[in-house]
């Protein structure tokens, strides 16, 4: 138990060090970022089907109510990681983005009969963008306004969990995490005058500056539950649901607006902060898995996050007046749709084309956050991956799970369009440490 504590240890220790923000995405710009897609390597091969979905020797720790499934022999370590290319279009303009991030590193293993423990690190947010924007200000093209948008980090969970089966069927769970991470944006406004056909700054004009920063320390609470009822000889349904609750992320977040005059270089900084104004809100998922004769899975999850009742700080100039508040109507409730499925011929199976899992899924969800007023991005996705079984004289049971992602974020009234491709690439150890040998 001490090498394995340890060993997640060290694991966020190294993830935390060397964390990046995974995203070039402008609408990382709004509200906390885009939330992560907290799920394991073989869900992302299902896009993300997690509620119904119960096995031994997997990680599903969106669902922790699943550990209790968790074989007797096993420990199980998981670890994943994404590369993606993004295009970026809006008025005609293109532009392509690469991008590559560690996802997820998880353990599980048996504490007790019927009681099985998770331990893990996870993304929650992703921030990152850096662009500008360029306006002429009169019609002879000599004097230019522009706005340049900065952001980066993002928020993270480790996590500790345990799932327990009292009655033959039916299990709980629950997952308590603790969050933290830190957000950076600046927004730069600047008067710039075109001199001898190259743009040069007007040292007679201010630039303001915009500068806001959050830190996020605080527990998380995830709860779950699975019911799993026999349909026939050769048909299962599995009935799954959890339970995120609203929690402060314990942050104070701060805007500095600074005022620079180029010609007598005085700078004017004003300082806002708003004591505890970050939250997250109310998480709802319920889904099942239907498994047929030990072969075919197919499921579907629905996910409502609550964000209509959490506000957010925003910084506004009304009648010449600055102010730093929090703003009641800037959040939408998300919803989000999930289909997906599983096939494999068997697992232990002769033939390694048989051992194979094939997997395919899709999902629908709607934006948590208002873009001028108007409704963010909406998002479609496809997915379709395959796990792999690693073969070896002493393991059978460890997989190389690896799957294709296609998204497409876009908003009404013209806003820019991304359409992502991303490859997942997760590999789950299964080993058998507490097997008992017998020496003849």
């Known amino acids: 138990m001490k090498k394995i504590c340890s060993a997640i240890v060290l694991m966020a220790m190294t993830i935390a060090a060397s964390a990046q923000s995974g995203t070039n995405s402008p609408y990382s710009y709004y509200g906390l970022g885009v939330l992560a897609d907290q799920s394991g390597g073989f869900n992302r091969g299902m896009n993300g089907l997690a509620q119904g979905f119960r096995e031994g020797t997997l990680v599903n720790f969106l669902n922790p109510a699943s550990y209790s499934a968790t074989d007797s022999l096993s420990l199980i370590f998981d670890v994943g990681m994404s590369g993606q290319i993004t295009n970026y279009s809006e008025n005609g303009v293109k532009k392509n983005a690469k991008n590559a991030d560690f996802e997820y590193a998880t353990v599980a293993f048996r504490m007790a009969k019927h ?139 701060k805007c500095v607006v600074t005022s620079t005059n180029s010609s007598t270089g005085v700078v004017n900084p004003t300082t806002y902060t708003i004591e505890d104004g970050l939250k997250m809100p109310n998480t709802f998922s319920a889904g099942f898995v239907l498994q047929h004769n030990n072969q075919l899975k197919v499921g579907a999850d629905y996910t409502l996050m609550q964000w209509s009742g959490v506000s957010y700080p925003e910084y506004k100039v009304v009648n010449d007046v600055p102010s730093y508040a929090l703003n009641k109507d800037y959040f939408m409730d998300r919803h989000q749709v999930t289909v997906g499925g599983e096939y494999c011929k068997g697992p232990y199976m002769r033939g390694f084309l048989n051992r194979v899992r094939y997997r395919v899924g899709a999902s629908y969800a709607t934006p948590y956050y208002k873009v001028n007023g108007v409704d963010g991005p909406k998002e479609l996705s496809v997915s379709a991956g395959f796990g792999i079984p690693i073969l070896n004289a002493w393991n059978d049971r460890s997989m190389l799970n690896i799957s294709g992602q296609w998204s497409r974020r876009s908003a009404d009234k013209g806003l820019l369009v991304e359409n992502t491709f991303r490859i997942n690439i997760g590999i789950t150890f299964n080993e058998r440490w507490f097997a008992k040998w017998k020496v003849r």
């Open 115 to 253: 009681l099985g423990m998770s331990l893990g690190i996870l993304p929650l947010t992703n921030v990152g963008y850096n662009y500008a924007s360029i306006e002429s200000l009169n019609a002879d093209n000599s004097t230019y306004f522009q706005n340049t948008y900065s952001g980066s980090g993002g928020f993270h969970q480790v996590y500790a969990g345990a799932g327990w089966e009292p009655i033959r069927g039916f299990s709980l769970g629950a997952n308590i995490g603790y969050v933290w991470g830190d957000i950076t944006r600046s927004i730069q406004n600047a008067y710039y005058t075109m001199s001898n056909g190259t743009l040069s700054q007007n040292t007679a004009i201010n630039t303001l500056t915009k500068e806001y920063s959050m830190t996020a320390n605080s527990l998380r609470m995830n709860f779950g539950m699975q019911y799993r009822q026999a349909l026939g000889k050769k048909d299962v349904v599995t009935i799954g649901a959890s339970y995120s609750p609203s929690h402060s992320l314990g942050a104070d977040p």
